[in-house]
């Protein structure tokens, strides 16, 4: 059902930039690419989204390439809480359909 | 506080029985989900409320009720629980229009014996 393509795992040092890919070839163009994470068994928590410019806010930033077929989630200097399943999503702002793959699991190891 | 709170937050039952998990939200949100989360942790739309109506209900038994009594809850009734429908649960809320992001509740991890 999703409409995006990750990697199942990724590790990563401590206080490193953590660069989480993304692919969203068929992407039309009003969507948009939301990133949520989920830490252990919590429920998803939203991180960023953005439409064709990048973004970046207190927790990451974005990097949506010029085709918008793919993305980078970057978080800038993980750390051991950044451990968590990575989900990339794509969806019409107004649409109420958010559907999640099967994201990426990050490890931040010390 | 709690922006989007599930009840209950354990819920273990027998086969057959029938059971409700209740959702609420305080963020004004006018857009509401479930979502099953199963034991290979894939997160699964089930339902979509906007304002009290039926957005997209995906292939999900009928035994699968959600009830939306206002925009701020959206339970989720169950009957004649099978042993499949152990999972964990999650409600969320956005709004459709604007900064759409989507706020999630703690779970419900429902164990059907």
């Known amino acids: 059902d999703a409409k995006t393509t990750q990697p199942p795992s990724m590790d990563c040092a401590e206080g490193r930039a953590a660069n989480l890919p993304c692919n969203h070839s068929t992407i039309s163009g009003n969507e948009y690419v939301y990133w949520y994470r989920q830490i252990h068994s919590q429920g998803p928590q939203y991180i960023i989204h953005?439409?064709?410019n990048n973004e970046t806010n207190e927790m990451a930033s974005l990097i949506i390439t010029e085709d918008r077929k793919s993305s980078t989630l970057i978080l800038p200097h993980a750390t051991l809480r950044d451990t968590a399943v990575y989900y990339c999503i794509v969806r019409v702002a107004s649409n109420n359909d958010m559907r999640f793959g099967a994201g990426t699991r990050l490890t931040v190891k010390p | 506080d709690t922006a989007v709170s599930q009840t209950p937050k354990y819920l273990v039952t027998q086969m057959g029985n029938d059971k409700s998990i209740k959702c609420e939200q305080n963020l004004g949100h006018d857009t509401m989900y479930w979502y099953k989360q199963d034991s290979k942790k894939f997160l699964k739309i089930m339902f979509s409320?906007?304002?009290?109506?039926?957005?997209i209900n995906e292939t999900v038994p009928n035994r699968f009720s959600p009830k939306s009594p206002d925009k701020a809850h959206l339970n989720l009734h169950i009957n004649s629980l099978e042993l499949g429908d152990s999972a964990v649960y999650f409600c969320a809320s956005s709004h459709s229009t604007g900064n759409t992001e989507a706020f999630f509740g703690q779970g419900t991890r429902l164990t059907v014996v």
């Open positions: 953005g439409l064709k």
């Open positions: 409320y906007n304002n009290k109506e039926l957005i």
